[in-house]
Nanobody
Framework: QVQLVESGGGLVQARDSLRLSCTTS????????MGWFRRAPGKEREFVAA????????IYADSVKGRFTITRDNAKNAVYLQMNSLKSEDTAVYYC?????????????????WGQGTQVTVSS
């Protein structure tokens, strides 16, 4: 099993920045990719960004491309989401997820382990 814990959420103003962190523990050697997803009030969960755990390749949702950056620190078994130029529509609960099935993917079904989520609220 892999355990994930997110942190770094909060209340910010539009155009501010925020960095989310996700620390992992347990069978971290099984991780192939990490991703961030979010669920806004009244909406479906959506993909935000993903990173390949070994090669470092990244993919992003079009809505965050150019504003958000996903990075990893293998030594610390952690993944981060730097969010710049935040907009009110970025308000959501953000979830960290780990995939043991390979690659970096935008499909939630391919992620095996999930964190509890951290709230990000952007006021306009």
């Amino acid at each position: 099993q892999v355990q994930l814990v997110e942190s770094g959420g909060g209340l910010v103003q539009a155009r501010d920045s925020l960095r989310l962190s996700c620390t992992t523990s347990g069978r971290t050697f099984t991780i192939e990719a990490m991703g961030w997803f979010r669920r806004a009030p009244g909406k479906e969960r959506e993909f935000v960004a993903a990173i390949n755990w070994r090669g470092g390749g990244t993919i992003y949702a079009d809505s965050v491309k150019g504003r958000f950056t996903i990075t990893r620190d293998n030594a610390k078994n952690a993944v981060y989401l730097q969010m710049n130029s935040l907009k009110s529509e970025d308000t959501a609960v953000y979830y960290c997820a780990a995939s043991t099935r390979g690659g970096g993917t935008m499909f939630a079904v391919l992620y095996d382990h999930w964190g509890q989520g951290t709230q990000v609220t952007v006021s306009s």
